[in-house]
């Protein structure tokens, strides 16, 4: 275990039982989770390689009974760590030996839709997916779509900042999030932004968005919903090298056109994939691009003509376009699938960088030196639109000190994108993985006016502790 962990408070440890019959005053039997089997659920999120049973896990259903929680939480001592679904790729819902997981899988109703103003309020505990479902009979959706869509909340959305592959035209959740209520660690229920646009006063919105559950915990959210456009075509173009591809997504950029989608793919991404989704992806080539358009039959055809013209110096030895329905499915399933497709043949670390896009040729180029260094393998499939790179650090856990290899690898990937004028995520969030890598990015001052927000919010650092930042150097302000 390289990521290390706060001893925890053995004060606490000593009153769990105590702790335990006090949450049970305070939401039914059925909400609280005590027993070490079934604690053992929640030891862990979408970053397996770490993980602790908590001291208890609560499942309120309302936002009343957060507050409760909160309260009697801050009075005596006990760590919060808030908990969507536990898709989080960075630890970021890793529990401690003395904290509880507070859960809002079950506040998962959609309570208002405005169609008119185009907002909807809903609980937490929806999944991302559930909005967009919830108002397609009016031709309606919700922007963001995280490839854990169909599982991941909208809690974690908005503690991660969550984007997915559409995020290029449509942003990530803080350009579609307008309002929230918010539980503060003393049980205070506040409500930040609202049904409109821009709220007066401080972006707390802004600030709430991404904070990774250290600020309080969100019960609910209003966001923006779109109108569906009349229509949408994907298109593949494969390359002959990683470096026509990447300069491929530059000069699409650089032309002002932006697709809602642009996707790229290496030669191990395609192949794990293909093997799995067989969504026709080409097999010879050494990167591929998904570029996706939407609007009218006119517009989709004129766009797609101005991108194949764009592609055509970079010498695609594929260019596919869409014909039907059924092949844009498959083309999407292939992509959708990539994380799971690739778990079939290799353990892996995902890691989540972002890069200017002119340095995409060379970024690439440079994650398949420092990966083989190591002696493993890397597939890539990421976001090219906007630079946010996945690579996938594929290693066999059944070898000794290779999980610790392929940590070393990612570490020295997001080294690189900083290195470039990048930053050290883009939708995945901090946690605990990249917590140690902070001073890469920001410098003693930066951290501290950061700490110091934090402090504002939650004084005694009971709020989802060991995320974000480096554990020297930690005050309460």
């Known amino acids: ?18 702790i335990v019959e006090g949450l049970g005053r305070l939401v039914a039997s059925e909400a609280l989770i005590v027993s070490e ?3 053992r659920a929640f030891e862990t999120d979408g970053l397996t390689s770490y993980r602790q049973i908590p001291l208890a896990v609560v499942l309120p259903s309302t936002t009343e009974e957060v507050s409760a929680i909160m309260r009697f939480c801050n009075e005596h001592g006990v760590k919060v760590v808030p908990r969507g679904a536990g898709t989080s790729l960075c630890g970021g819902a890793i529990p401690q030996a003395d904290a509880i997981v507070l859960g809002v899988a079950k506040m998962n109703r959609v309570l208002d839709v405005n169609f008119e103003g185009r907002t909807a309020r809903v609980q937490s505990g929806i999944t991302n997916l559930g909005i967009s479902q919830a108002v397609a009979h009016e031709g309606f959706f919700y922007a963001p779509d995280p490839s854990s869509q169909l599982a991941c909340t909208i809690a974690g959305n908005i503690a991660m900042n969550s984007g997915g592959a559409h995020c290029l035209k449509y942003g990530v959740t803080t350009n579609n999030l307008l309002g929230v209520t918010m539980v503060l660690l003393d049980g205070t229920v506040v409500e930040i932004g609202g049904d409109h646009l821009d709220a007066a006063g401080y972006d707390l919105l802004g600030l709430v968005c991404g904070s990774e559950g250290q600020l309080g915990v969100v ?9 569906a456009a009349e229509g949408a075509r994907p298109a593949l173009f494969g390359f002959g090298s990683v470096e026509a591809a990447g300069a491929c997504v530059a ?41 996706e358009v939407e609007g009218s ?15 055509e110096p970079f010498k695609p030895k594929t260019m596919k376009v869409s014909q039907s329905e059924a092949e844009s499915a498959a083309i999407w399933k292939g992509r959708k699938s990539a994380f799971g497709a690739t778990g079939r043949v290799a353990d892996y670390i995902c890691m989540d960088g972002t890069i200017p896009t002119g340095q995409l040729p060379y970024v690439l180029n440079r994650i398949d030196e420092i990966v083989k260094s190591y002696g493993l393998g890397v597939a890539n499939v990421f976001h090219a639109g906007d630079g946010n790179l996945h690579p996938l650090v594929m290693f066999n856990t059944n070898k000794p000190g290779e999980m610790e290899k392929a940590e ?5 990937i997001l080294k690189l994108c900083v290195e470039v004028g990048g930053c050290l995520t883009g939708e995945h ?11 890469c990015q920001f410098n003693a001052t930066d951290l501290e006016q950061q700490m110091r927000v934090r402090g504002v919010f939650d004084p005694r650092w009971l709020l989802n502790p060991a995320k974000v930042f480096p554990l020297e150097g930690r005050f309460a302000a």
């Open 297 to 311: 039959d006119a517009e989709i055809d004129d766009m797609l003509r101005r991108i194949v013209t764009i592609a």
């Open 408 to 412: 070393k690898a990612g570490e020295d």
């Open 219 to 227: 019960t609910e959210a209003v966001v923006r919903i779109l109108r």
């Open 251 to 291: 000069a699409i950029i650089g032309a002002g056109i932006i697709p809602v989608a642009l996707e790229y793919m290496d030669k191990p991404a395609i192949q794990i994939c293909e093997a799995f989704a067989h969504a026709g992806y080409p097999l010879d080539v050494e990167a591929m691009l998904i570029v």
């Open 1 to 18: 275990m390289t990521i290390a962990f706060p001893k925890p408070d053995e004060a606490v440890l000593a009153r769990r039982k105590e």
């Open 429 to 439: 969030g901090v946690g605990i993985e990249k917590r140690d890598l902070m001073t």
């Open 37 to 39: 089997d079934e604690r």
